[in-house]
């Protein structure tokens, strides 16, 4: 880990990208060592049923998914360390990143991720998994014939709430405000929808349930008053925030912070640093095409480590 003998392929985030990128390099023999943070296994560990990540017949639990993942990175001669990265150095020949040690690497692969914006109340996170959720293709298939309610009122929540209506008897969407952020033609799709319903001028006070499930909001009318909503599932849809604090100013980002790479390609704008998975994925945002990335990350670390 020092400049006399640096890391070929150091990995930062510890989710299916990164996990990924590990065990295709650690194949290669390039020895990589991943970083993992304060939430190991990334957002997939907050997640119960997986049903739609390829090779598992019956639902596999996300932390057991990731678990596994884990396993066979490690059996491959992965090293895998907890440790709080807080400055990155992208700037010379060796990158570095400075957590309780100091790591260099001759390559580097941000899979950083990007996690949920969420409401902020204790209830949304007593039922987080239990009903509430932060991604209808993921769990949206479980609330068949059930209602359920999106909150939100840009493209990504009426997105979720069309998504909704192939699975759920109703969808009710909730927006703070009398009219929706979101583009024309998709404002045209959801208020035309036979299957949703608004709630205007209206936010989410508290999450309700009983039996380790969501029964229902309160909602607290921006207008005054308040307003209960019989629901069995809560998606909440206010947007990602990308985990690119570090890397700002050193590498290209778009206006919400995900990381720029070449087209068809996981290489940043820094020769040697690769970008995978839901940091740079503002799309799809799915277990299975982060690990995508990660393959495509490890392949190009290795092509330019023998390029180097």
């Known amino acids: 880990m020092t400049e006399e003998n640096p890391n070929n392929i150091l990995i930062l985030g510890s989710g299916p990208a990164g996990l990924t990128a590990a065990i295709y390099a650690a194949r290669a023999g390039l020895n990589p060592v991943v970083l993992e943070g304060m939430q190991p296994g990334g957002q997939l560990t907050l997640t119960t049923d997986v049903e739609n990540f390829p090779g598992f017949a ?28 807080h400055q990155v150095e992208l700037s010379s020949e060796l990158f570095v990143a400075q957590g309780s040690q100091r790591y260099e690497t001759r390559s580097l692969i941000i899979a950083t ?33 059930r209602k359920v309610a999106v909150v939100g009122g840009g493209n990504a929540a009426v997105e979720e709430a069309l998504y909704l209506t192939r699975f759920a008897s109703h969808v009710t969407v909730i927006h703070r405000r009398d009219s929706l952020r979101a583009d024309r033609i998709n404002q045209k799709r959801l208020l035309e929808n036979p299957k949703i319903s608004m709630c205007w001028n209206s936010e989410v006070d508290e999450v309700l349930g009983a039996d380790q499930q969501v029964t229902g909001v309160r909602l607290r009318k921006t207008t005054g008053g308040t307003e209960m909503l019989e629901i069995d599932g809560l998606f909440v849809a206010i947007g990602h925030v990308p985990e690119t604090e570090l890397f700002k100013g050193q590498l290209d980002m778009d206006q919400d912070g995900y990381l720029i790479t070449r087209p068809d390609s996981t290489a940043t704008n820094v020769p040697g640093v690769f970008a995978a998975g839901d940091v740079k994925d503002r799309l799809f945002r799915q277990a299975v095409t982060a690990a995508g990335m990660g393959c495509m990350a490890a392949l190009e670390a290795e092509r330019f480590l023998l390029e180097d």
């Open 58 to 85: 019956t639902a596999v639990q996300g932390p057991d998914l990731m678990a596994a993942m884990r396993t066979q990175a490690e059996h491959m001669g992965t090293q895998i360390i907890t440790d709080h990265i």
């Open 113 to 145: 991720g990007a996690r949920a914006r969420w409401l902020g109340l204790e209830s949304e996170e007593r039922y987080r998994g239990y009903g509430v959720s932060a991604c209808a293709t993921c769990d949206g298939f479980f609330f068949r014939d």
